[in-house]
Every structure is written in C-alpha cells, then in structure tokens.
C-alpha cells in the first residue's frame, strides 16, 4: 500500500483532543515517597502505582538530553498528554552538552554549572506535571587523565570490584542526588517525585566490558586472593594441577572453552567468588546511598539485560534491592542479522516471554529499557502486546527506549535512528493507547502464578546452557506458560521446583480470557486483546478474520494495529469517547533499503510516512447508542477533516476509516 506524510508534532500543540495527563497523579510525590511492598511499588500513602513511560536521551542529530529552559515546558507537556507518567534518565554521566558533566576539565567529577540548572529546571516541571524520576548513576561515563583510572574508556564491568571506580560512583551519587534543586527548593535524596535510583546501566561480571588488560590483572589477583582466604590448602593444590599452573603461579580465571570444559567443583568455586563480589558491590552501593546519602525511594542494582545467556546468576546477586529489572528488544539492529519478521509469529521469542523470566515473587518487576525498533516493518506491535501483558503478568513500569526532545524548533520531521519514539507517527499515538491500557489496569491479572526454585548451581549451570535453551534458560520449561498464567521465580537458593507443564498449542490464552495469541503454518500470526476498557487486534487482521467483544475490522493492510480504548471510567459499551489507534508501516520520504531488505541503504529524508491503516472498523453493542462519529486527529492531536459518520448495520456501527491520513481518532457516541 501507499506511504503518505504524517509528522507529530510537540511544539505546536497548546490543546490536544487525547490529553492523558487525566492519569497522572500530579504533582509527582505529592503521596510520599515510592517503596516496594511484596510485588508492588506504593506511594506513601500505601496505594499502589504503576509507572508507563521513557527514557530519556539524545542519540540522533538534532536532539538533546537536556532542554532549554524555553523548551522544557514543552517536553513536559508532551510526555504528560501522552500518559507518561515516570522518565528514566539516561547518560547524565557524560559530557555536556550531552550529559552534565563539565567538558572543559581535565576530569569527569564535575557537574556543567548551566546544564546543571537546565536539568534542575527541566525535572521540576517534569515533577510537576505529575512525572516520576528515575535517576541511572552510570551508564556512559568516559573517563579522563584527571580521573585517575587505568582505562579511560572502560566504566563498566570493573565498577564492580575496582576500588577507584567505587570511589569515583559514590561522589558523583553523592553530587548527583543530595544537589538541591533550586525550583523544588530540595535535594532529589528528599524529593519524593524521585521514585527509583538505579545503581549501573546492564552491568554484570563478564558483562559490559571488553577485558582491558589492567581490570583483568586486577580481576585475576582478586580471584587469587579470595582462594587463598576461602579454600583448603589441598583444594587450592587441586585447582593449580587442573589449571596448569605452578604453586607461585596464579590461578587463572576460566575463559571461553574452559567455562564448558571446567570441573564442577572449580567451576562452582569460581562462580562463588563472582557472586560475592557482585553481591558485596551492590550490598555498599546501596548501603552508600541509603545510609550515607539518605535515599529514601526504591532501588534497582540493575537490569537483566542479556537475554542470549542466562540472567540467573546476576539476579541472585540483585535481588537484595527493592526492584528487578530487565531490558529487551525485539530484534535489535545492533544483533545481526537484522531481520524484518513480526513477533506474532514467535511468541516464545517474544519482549513479553524474554522479560517474563526475571521477575521475582515478592518484588516489584520493571522493565526500565524495551522497544521494537524502527524501521522494522512490523514495529506497530509492540506497544499494545507488552501493554497488556505487562498488565496481565502484574508489572510495576514499563519504560520505552526512547524520547528524544529536539534542540531547535526548527527541527525537521523525519526519524533519524531505530530507537526514537519522540516523533514517530505511530508510535506516539501507540503510547497514548498504551497508557490507558496499563496505568489504569484495564487487562486482568492472571488468576494463577507459576513459581520456579532453582538451587544455586543450577542458577550457576544456566550460565553453561546452549543458546537453544534461551530465553529462560530452564531445561523442560515450557515457554507457552508466561502467554497463559503470571510467571515468577520463587527462590534461586532452594531445592529446585517440579517439572512445569503447559499447552504448546495454539492459540495461546491467558486464564482471564482475556487475551489470546495466534500462531499459524502461514506466518500470519495475531494477538486479540478483549477487556471491558481496552480492546485491540495486533497482527495479520486481515488474514485471521478474528474480533473482539466490540470491535472488529475489514481492512486491506496486511498487518497492522488496532487498538480501542475507551476514555473514559467506563466500559467501551457505555462510553462516550473512545480513542482509536490505527498503525501500520513507517518509513521516511526516499527511504530505500538494502539488497536484503534488512536495513536501508538510504535512510531518507523529511518529512515521516505511514501506510495508514483503511478499511472499515465496526463497534457493537454499544449499550443505547444513537450515533457514533469519528474525528481524524493531526499530529498535533487536533480534528483533520469532516466528521466520519458511523453507518449503523445489523452488525453494529461501521465506521470507514483511512480516507484521512492518520493514524489515530477520537469517536463519540451519542445516546
């Protein structure tokens, strides 16, 4: 089908048909600060709350981490219309104008007193509006000679047991979180709209970290050492024999093929030692920022983040702080090959089964990085998917990677790398949709919960597990089970529990009835979402022929998204307006690809495309209803266009759709 121009637009929107900013709480911490309570986050008040929303960052030109203190209003107005109700705060590690550190020293332990402000400015009307803070301490941070470290480059992975690295985190924490922001007149320690600090961006040992030769000297004498204080003299013996090495030679750590070929016994040995120094690392973090620095929100060590390994062993090391973590993406450009194939029509591979294996009973699960990234052409999926299986799995927040706010007002309509969502057509009116769908709970959770045990050397075992085990690395797991029940994992020190069972067939439902994905021979999968506020068919509509409790569709679009909320505390039989998403393809002008049409050759130019979804949606059972009407929106969120009179049939009414270009609606129906 044809491309045609459709361009979000932030900046010229004072009032918008679909403002969400109904669901924020605002101002943020107005309730207390959030804590962890079992396997829920709560304000200080004891209710619960959910988190839907962004990271922010600045990968592309012409975008920025850190607005003007002309444009922050802006921004914030934007996230709040969209539902946006927490921003996560990445790469403030790193030099301005990017980050907030000083560029023009010799060293990376001072904050750029202008950018400083304009972040303090930005947070507060932020704040204000109702968003949540979730500040990340490291994530970028390039060194300098003045820092005084072995590599400049190499941040990650030797925070972990480095000494000077410790040292340079907990003064920038110190900085970062006890400054006083002189627009809220308070520290972010004793700023309740803070509501999560995460120690380290997708950190772990082994992890995150290209095995500079000093950190890996260092990492080795430190391994020596500990042997020396925790085995017997005879086993010490034993490990040098197998290892080859002479009694004043150290014992070198297992690397490549000697992690498959090892011993049990110098295998686990070695594993102990890594969990202790990972476990001790976030144990004095969070002993630093608590007790030290006086943080009173939640904490998250950091995230499960590599879902071709297992994760086991970093969240046994983890799960000591309020909050797990996990991060994911459907078929990441960085992963070669890139490929163009939907997730519907591999649900065991899919950003809800993957996140799915790390949530622990009795803590809070968030996912703080997902998205489906651009230009996959199938990339309309994601947000409705993980919106109501987030919903159904009991998640506290889900954030998507990532917003970008655009540096000059003359800024040019066009996508310029995968992970942007700030301006894509589709997307942002998806997160609107999405918003609705979680925040306010509209899928059920699931009526049974899954619990997995495993000892700690089956948690030390995954790690050597073939990649055919992934993603939950559980040899006999069925991973049909987290599209049908809630899972969670119940201890990762206990005697293991028994063999789980599951239907493998399709379709998959979850027990609330709720939801159901489809797989078939033909690759022309489907997701049905059918609860009372939130309905959606996600997928090949077309070919499935499948609808919902009030909503099914005819259109000529292969694949695309439909989603319909209701905007109101009602079902969608008795609302009066409705918000209507459409999403298919989304492309730049001139976009051209490769010979194998996995990414393009040329990335294009202004302004955006969609392929806008047309056809015909029809309501039923609309309790009462006299007429229905639909208003095609703009990208400012504004009407476009006549009214778009619903036809009433016996089928219910028929509402013609995609003579407008656009990609969302607002209906009304009049009783």
């Known amino acids: 089908m044809g491309l045609k121009p459709f361009v979000i637009d932030h900046r010229h929107t004072t009032h918008s ?86 560029g023009t020293r010799n060293d990376s332990q001072h904050f750029d007193p202008a950018q400083l402000d304009n972040e303090d400015f930005f947070l507060s009307e932020l704040m204000k509006r109702g968003i949540y803070i979730d500040f990340n301490l490291n994530v970028g941070r390039a060194f300098q000679p003045g820092d005084n470290v072995p590599a400049l480059r190499e941040g990650k992975g030797p925070l972990l047991f480095d000494r000077r690295l410790i040292e340079l985190e907990k003064d920038y924490a110190r900085q970062l979180l006890t400054h006083v922001n002189p627009y ?135 799960q000591q702080l309020d909050i797990m973590d996990g991060h994911d993406y459907w078929r990441h450009p960085s992963v070669p090959p890139f490929r163009h194939n939907p997730m519907v029509n591999e649900p065991f591979n899919s950003t809800v089964v993957e996140l799915s294996r790390t949530a622990l009973a009795g803590k809070p699960y968030t996912v703080s990085e997902v998205n489906n990234p651009w230009p996959n052409q199938f990339d309309c999926e994601g947000i409705p998917i993980l919106a109501a299986y987030g919903d159904f799995q009991g998640w506290s927040g889900i954030m998507w990677y990532t917003f970008e706010p655009k540096r000059n007002a003359d800024w040019q309509p066009v996508l310029t790398d995968p992970f942007d969502m700030s301006h894509d057509p589709v997307k942002m009116p998806e997160m609107a949709a999405g918003a609705l769908m979680f925040l306010r709970g509209d899928i059920e959770p699931a009526r049974k919960t899954v619990a997995r045990s495993y000892t700690p050397e089956e948690v030390w075992d995954s790690r050597r597990l073939a990649g055919t085990h992934r993603p939950y690395f559980t040899p006999g797991f069925p991973l049909s089970l987290p599209l049908l029940h809630a899972s969670r994992i119940q201890s990762l020190d206990a005697q293991p529990t028994t063999r789980v069972t599951a239907d493998l067939a399709s379709p998959y439902r979850s027990d609330t009835g709720q939801l159901a994905w489809y797989t078939s021979p033909a690759d022309e999968g489907l997701v049905t979402i059918d609860s009372p506020r939130s309905q959606a068919l996600v997928g090949f509509v077309r070919a499935n022929g499948k609808s919902v409790s009030n909503l099914s569709a005819d259109v000529s679009n292969t694949f695309c998204a ?31 690809w490769n010979a194998e049409k996995s990414l393009p050759a040329d990335w294009g130019g202004t302004p955006t495309v969609i392929e806008p979804v047309t056809g015909t949606i029809t309501l039923r059972d609309l309790a009462q209803a006299n007429a229905v009407s639909a208003r095609a929106l703009d990208g400012s969120g504004q009407p476009v266009g006549d009214p778009i009179i619903a036809q009433k049939t ?21 009783r």
């Open 17 to 102: 048909i679909i403002d969400l900013s109904f669901l924020l709480d605002a101002p943020a911490g107005k309730d207390g600060f959030v804590r962890a309570r079992g396997d829920q986050l709560v304000k200080g008040n004891g209710r619960p709350i959910r988190f839907w929303g962004f990271n922010l960052t600045e990968w592309s030109r012409g975008s920025t981490e850190v607005p003007s203190k002309e444009d922050a209003p802006v921004w914030a107005d934007a996230l709040s219309r969209a539902g946006v109700n927490i921003v996560r705060l990445q790469f403030l590690d790193l030099a301005a104008p990017r980050g907030l550190i000083d």
């Open 650 to 670: 016996g089928a219910g009414w028929k509402i013609a759709i995609g003579r407008i270009v656009t990609p969302w609606y607002e209906l009304t129906v009049e």
């Open 562 to 592: 439909i989603i319909l909320s209701s905007l109101e505390a009602k079902p969608i039989s008795t609302s009066s307006r409705m918000l209507l998403v459409t999403g298919s393809r989304v492309e730049n002008t001139g976009m051209t």
């Open 184 to 318: 809220t007149k308070k520290a972010y320690v004793d700023d309740p709209g803070v509501a999560i600090v995460e120690i380290v961006n997708e950190d772990a040992i082994g992890i995150g970290w290209r095995g500079n030769k000093a950190y890996d000297d260092e990492l080795t004498g430190l391994f020596n050492g500990w042997l020396l204080k925790s085995i017997s003299t005879e086993k010490l013996a034993e490990f040098r024999k197998e290892a080859g090495v002479g009694p004043d030679q150290p014992i070198p750590r297992l690397t490549g093929p000697a992690v498959q070929s090892a011993a049990p016994d110098r295998y686990y040995t070695e594993c102990r030692f890594y969990s202790e120094l990972e476990s001790g690392f976030f144990k004095e973090m969070s002993s630093c920022l608590r007790a030290g620095l006086g943080v009173k929100c939640a904490l998250i060590a950091t995230a499960d983040h590599s879902h071709s390994g297992s994760g086991y062993p970093l969240e046994a090391d983890a």
